[in-house]
Structure formats: structure tokens, C-alpha cells
């Protein structure tokens, strides 16, 4: 198995570069409230929850020490914030139960077309891979029933490091499970400030992805360092690699 000459390792975001939920968060909740009694507008709901997640700043506001039975306290906090405006759900209890639960099944996600085979392609050549992301300990176990663990060599959410992106904690703590330094290793995520500065900051060489066109970053961000897919990764790596 020929090994890559220049990066050795590549480390992938997940929500929004691997996968995304399907067929939205807001269409989700909705249906689960459904079967509840309470009939909501998932383009509300969507609003709400994206709300509520930047009042709270995120998975970062679990601070460093955390655990499961945290999280789901916190997440349990969101929903009945983001039902609020419907007076919340009948049954609450039960409901959240479910609907925390389903958001590990792989029905309520969908992987990207490309990635499969990019990965796999990746696997091929050599290359150590890993995912880096601000995600709950709900992570691994979504990845795996996903299908898609067996391309990767670590799986590293924040809740089990102890920092989110764009914090060099998590990255340095990859950088040890891959056992690359900075300079042989990438990160492509889909967020400008956790992704692409946060990787940048220890080294790493970062992609910004931008599947539906151009986000927050700089107007004057190279075009080098910009994809549009992870097919058009694999590509600048191949030439980079020579």
C-alpha cells in the first residue's frame, strides 16, 4: 500500500461534511411532535433550534468536564426552548426520550454521495483517518451505525476531549491519535472559524468546505484552500501529493 509523500493524515468534520440530518432538524422534531399531538411548522422549528443553539454557544457551553447524562440534560434544556412557542409537547418526557435516542439511528441522517467513495479511496492509499468534531458522545455510536466507521483509524468528538473546535485542545489531541505532526496532516470541515482557523492555528493545512457556495469567510480566502465537495479534496491532495 503506497503511502502519501507529503500528508499522511486527514482529519473530516461530520455534521455538514460527512453527513447532514435528513431532511432537517426542524422536519424531524416536527414529525416526532406529531405522533405527540402537536402539530408544529418545521421552518419554526428549524429557526428555533438555530436559535437557541447561538444563545447558548453550542456544545462549547457544556464547559470541559462533561458526560453523557450532561448532555442529555442540556439537550433536553434546547428542545423545550425551541417548542416554546407552541406551548410545548404533550408527554414531554417520553417524547424527548425518543426523540434524543433516534438522532444515533442513520435514518435520520444522510450521507453525503461522495463520501464513501473518497474514503475509500483515501483508505487505499494510505492515509491515516480520523474525525474531528463538536459532537456529543452520541458521535461514535451514530458513525458506526452509519456504516462508515470502518474508514476511520479514530473517531475524536468534543464531549470525550474536553474542548470544541476552534480550541487547539482538540486538534492537538488528534494530532496524538494519528501520531502525524501539523505539516502532514489536513482538516476539511465546513465551518470557517472551528474548521479552517482552528486547524490552521497548530499547523494543520485546512480546506473549507463550501458545498452550497461561499459562507462567512473572507472574500480574499484562497480559492486553493476552498472545495466545493470532498471529490474536489481528493483531487487537490492528489496533486499536492504528486
Not at 156 to 171: D, N, Q, V, Y
Amino acid at each position: 500500500m503506497r503511502k502519501p509523500e507529503v500528508f499522511k493524515a486527514i482529519f473530516f468534520d461530520a455534521g455538514g461534511t460527512l453527513f447532514s440530518p435528513f431532511p432537517s432538524v426542524g422536519e424531524i422534531y416536527a414529525q416526532a411532535s406529531f405522533r405527540f399531538g402537536t402539530v408544529c411548522d418545521p421552518s419554526v422549528l428549524e429557526a428555533e433550534f438555530h436559535a437557541a443553539w447561538q444563545r447558548r454557544g453550542g456544545l462549547s457551553s457544556l464547559g470541559p468536564q462533561s458526560n453523557e447524562a450532561k448532555e442529555k440534560a442540556w439537550w433536553h434544556s434546547l428542545v423545550e426552548e425551541v417548542f416554546r412557542p407552541y406551548g410545548g409537547v404533550q408527554d414531554f418526557e417520553d417524547f424527548f426520550e425518543g426523540l434524543y435516542h433516534s438522532f444515533e439511528q442513520r435514518e435520520l441522517w444522510a450521507i453525503y454521495p461522495e463520501v464513501s467513495g473518497v474514503l475509500s479511496f483515501f483508505r487505499g492509499k494510505g492515509y491515516v483517518l480520523g474525525i474531528v468534531s463538536n459532537w456529543d458522545s452520541r458521535l461514535p455510536r451514530l458513525v458506526r451505525n452509519l456504516q462508515i466507521a470502518h474508514y476511520f483509524d479514530f473517531i475524536l468528538g468534543s464531549s470525550a476531549c474536553g474542548a470544541t473546535k476552534p480550541s487547539r485542545k482538540i486538534f492537538e489531541a488528534a494530532l496524538a491519535r494519528s501520531q502525524t505532526q501539523p505539516g502532514e496532516t489536513v482538516h476539511v470541515g465546513d465551518n470557517f472559524e472551528e474548521d479552517f482557523l482552528g486547524a490552521r492555528q497548530v499547523g494543520i493545512t485546512p480546506f473549507l468546505l463550501e458545498r452550497d457556495g461561499p459562507g462567512n469567510a473572507p472574500a480574499d480566502l484562497s480559492p486553493e484552500a476552498r472545495v466545493r465537495s470532498l471529490i474536489q479534496l481528493k483531487e487537490r491532495l492528489e496533486h499536492l501529493n504528486g
